[in-house]
């Protein structure tokens, strides 16, 4: 059963950080791994999708990067703004007869001071 | 804007009552899918829909019934709920099933009396 940690749970930093965010999974036989956002009493939006062919993907100041061999992926957003502030979530795609669902991480929820 | 249109935004029911959840989306997408969140937890898959024919049921009790009437339609029909069913329902779609990115809705907050 695929099992997905993310790493910090929480995170609190002022405006202009570089951060990182840190998404673990225990089963490296992915699809794909997505990085969502979610506001307080809202859905999911989702900011990056990276295939399981991939290293690397990149939009604006988000750059998501996957090492499917050891079963981490990171989110590095720049210049971070009181904006950006959400709870973030992984999500690994499965596949198999699985294929097309998605096991999410706990999410972490960052908090960016003006 | 989101462009999954999720509807009630909010819905209180009791036990004994049958309600329906609806989703909708126009972007053509063939794949749809139910999610259920509780408070501080992560999304947690209920069903898959592809081509309007469910291919994914993760042991979802019967009390809650999924329907795909065509492909930008997704209903979730409820009945006999308990009040651990309480939570935020999410509906998402994408091109296809498992390699495109899943567009969500911004669910509909389910009270069970």
């Known amino acids: 059963k695929q099992e997905v940690t993310q790493i910090p749970a929480a995170l609190s930093v002022p405006e202009g950080e570089n951060l990182v965010l840190n998404c673990s999974f225990t089963d490296s036989a992915i699809y794909n791994l997505q990085w969502f956002r979610q506001d307080p009493g809202k859905g999911l939006t989702s900011l990056l999708l990276i295939q399981s062919s991939q290293r690397e993907q990149t939009s604006g100041r988000l750059n998501a990067s996957l090492d499917k061999s050891s079963g981490r992926s990171t989110l590095y957003i720049a210049a971070s703004q009181p904006g950006d502030s959400a709870t973030y979530l992984c999500a690994v795609g499965a596949g198999g007869t699985s294929y097309g669902k998605l096991t999410f991480g706990q999410g972490t929820i960052l908090t960016v001071h003006p | 804007d989101t462009e999954v249109t999720q509807t009630p935004k909010h819905l209180v029911m009791g036990m004994t009552n049958k309600k329906s959840l609806k989703c909708e989306q126009h972007m053509g997408h063939r794949a749809m899918y139910w999610y259920k969140q509780k408070a501080k937890k992560p999304p947690e898959l209920m069903f898959v829909?592809?081509?309007?024919?469910?291919?994914i049921n993760e042991s979802v009790p019967s009390r809650f019934s999924p329907e795909c009437p065509n492909s930008s339609l997704l209903n979730l029909h409820l009945h006999a709920l308990q009040p651990e069913d309480s939570a935020l329902y999410l509906c998402a779609s994408s091109a296809y099933r498992g390699l495109q990115p899943q567009h969500f809705g911004d669910g509909t907050r389910l009270s069970i009396l």
């Open positions: 829909y592809s081509y309007e024919k469910l291919s």
